[in-house]
């Protein structure tokens, strides 16, 4: 009986013991799932140069300044509408006064409120040339900002400007809490209002947000974000196939075939505002000759590159593309056409095989292809091309610079307006900063001045065909394709909002 009982009470202890056994081994399982459940991670390629929307001027910085970061407006990702963000409505007494009415009950992530205050403040250090912002020329007509009251502010402008509110939806007039810029660095710890709150930054490897519980829209589904960095795009497609990565944007050409051959993704494509292409330093006296220009114009096959993106480039000689104000379909093949023995006369002609020229790329797989490309091309028209390969951020102190001879560049074109693409990239004022071609034109920069200073639309676009015009007959650049936006997806997850601009938000993110 005994025997029995001690039996008995054994299998209890032991059922007792397997059963919390069991509960401890099985909890981090839950919370691992848990986690997983609420965790979304993306992969770039390229780590974010800084997070301040104030110091910042490229597309990694601002994917997560999008997320942390708010405008007074913002352009609506379905219609391209530009709609109030933390604006509530605005009025214009005249064509040089904007009264802003903010939202009210919005906080920053460190607690201080949302404000005009808070507006007029980013807004007076973004112009204050003391700053030295990269897009400073965003409120380069702005006069005077004057804060009426707690969530009223005044803008008055030097001429009246048609793209201002496209100007106020650009990443980079975020607004930024004035407490946290004094206390600290913005460009390593942002602060905003947005969606997201910032949590943590290793350079080169992750930028980790979390969801703002206290965000008056609800807080987001997904409590974690993290930007992974990622140098091997191949390697970011495989994690996105074994579940490692559940978000990539910007589709290589060279791997499209394998994205779409992947089950477990989701891809998104729609014809975009950005661009691409090859520049000249006109800063440097080679590039002054127009027969110089006009040699390395003729000697590039656009078509056959735009071949190889797979569908994801779109082919136009026009520098303000098809999705972007101002853009005028006659300009589509109004270039220099490919024409490699007219090239190949002037090079001999000129003796421009005799001296090196230093073609400056980032070390990203697109530029590297449109420099192997060209240089090729270029090679076979008779110049002597050596191409110099930097990483990103590298890449945009170099080309800021001034120290390259042909270059590409990029452009976003967040604003999806002509005067806010030609003004920062191409006119005088901005050589050194944003305008990192050092392209100097009066009779351009009074065009593209014009096209800033009315508000009547159809003088706008008068005024932006025929710089665009000025443009192509200078051979001031080589567009070598217009963006098409894509993206992968994890199945699992729905909600992503994709721009034509590039952008996307996280917000609305779910998972299934």
């Not at 009264?99 to 409120?113: A, M, Y």
């Not at 709150?197 to 490897?205: E, L």
């Not at 994690?239 to 490692?244: A, K, N, P, V």
């Not at 305008?435 to 920069?445: C, G, K, L, M, V």
Request: contains cysteine; charged residues 25%.
């Amino acid at each position: 009986m005994k025997k029995n009982f001690l039996l008995v009470l054994l299998l209890a202890i032991s059922a007792v013991l397997a059963a919390c056994g069991g509960e401890s081994a099985s909890a981090p399982k839950d919370a691992e799932a848990a986690e997983g459940n609420e965790t979304f991670t993306y992969a770039t390629t390229t780590d974010a140069v800084g997070l301040s929307p104030i110091m910042t001027n490229d597309s990694p910085s601002s994917n997560v300044i999008e997320q942390v970061y708010e405008k007074l407006f913002n352009r609506n990702y379905e219609t391209g509408e530009i709609e109030p963000e933390l604006a509530e409505s605005y009025e214009n007494p005249d064509d040089l006064t904007w009264v802003i009415k903010l939202k009210e009950g919005v906080k920053f992530h460190d607690g201080t409120d949302f404000n005009a205050e808070a507006v007029k403040y980013t807004f007076d250090k973004l112009r204050d040339p003391a700053t030295a912002a990269p897009r400073a020329s965003l409120l380069e007509p702005v006069d005077t900002i004057t804060v009426l009251d707690d969530y009223t502010v005044e803008i008055k402008t030097k001429y009246p400007y048609g793209s201002f509110l496209a100007a106020l939806s650009h990443a980079n007039a975020s607004i930024v809490s004035p407490t946290a810029d004094q206390k600290q660095d913005l460009m390593k710890e942002p602060v905003g209002t947005g969606a997201f709150k910032f949590v943590s930054w290793t350079p080169g490897d992750q930028v980790v947000l979390e969801a703002n519980e206290e965000y008056r829209d609800g807080a987001p589904a997904i409590k974690k974000v993290v930007y992974r960095v990622v140098p091997e795009v191949s390697t970011a497609i495989s994690m996105l196939q074994t579940g490692e990565v559940n978000f990539i944007d910007g589709l290589p050409t060279e791997q499209i075939k394998r994205l779409e051959s992947m089950e477990n993704i989701n891809i998104e494509k729609k014809q975009g505002t950005s661009q691409y292409y090859l520049t000249f330093n006109h800063a440097k006296e080679m590039n002054k000759d127009p027969e110089f220009r006009k040699a390395v114009a003729s000697a590039i096959d656009r078509d056959a590159y735009v071949e190889k993106l797979n569908g994801l480039g779109v082919r136009s000689d026009s520098v303000i593309g098809p999705e972007v104000f101002g853009y005028d379909e006659s300009k589509d093949n109004a270039g220099t056409p490919y024409d490699l023995e007219a090239a190949k006369e002037l090079v001999e002609k000129n003796g421009y095989g005799e001296k090196p020229i230093k073609l400056l790329t980032a070390d990203r797989e697109n530029f590297m292809l449109m420099a192997e490309i060209v240089q090729s091309q270029l090679t076979e028209a008779g110049f002597n091309v050596q191409i110099e390969t930097m990483e990103w951020a590298a890449f945009l102190d170099t080309a800021r610079a001034g120290d390259y001879d042909l270059t590409f560049l990029s452009w976003s074109n967040v604003t999806a307006d002509g005067s806010e693409l030609l003004y920062p990239n191409f006119h005088s004022d901005n050589a050194g900063s944003s305008n990192r071609a050092f392209y100097n034109n009066p009779e351009f920069d009074k065009l593209v001045e014009a096209s800033r200073s009315t508000v009547d639309q159809e003088e706008r676009l008068n005024y932006l065909d025929q710089a665009n015009a000025l443009m192509l007959e200078d051979n001031a650049v080589v567009i070598m394709n217009h963006g098409v936006v894509t993206a992968a997806l994890d199945k699992n997850y729905e909600g992503l909002e994709l721009s034509a601009t590039g952008q996307w938000s996280l917000q609305n993110i779910v998972r299934k």
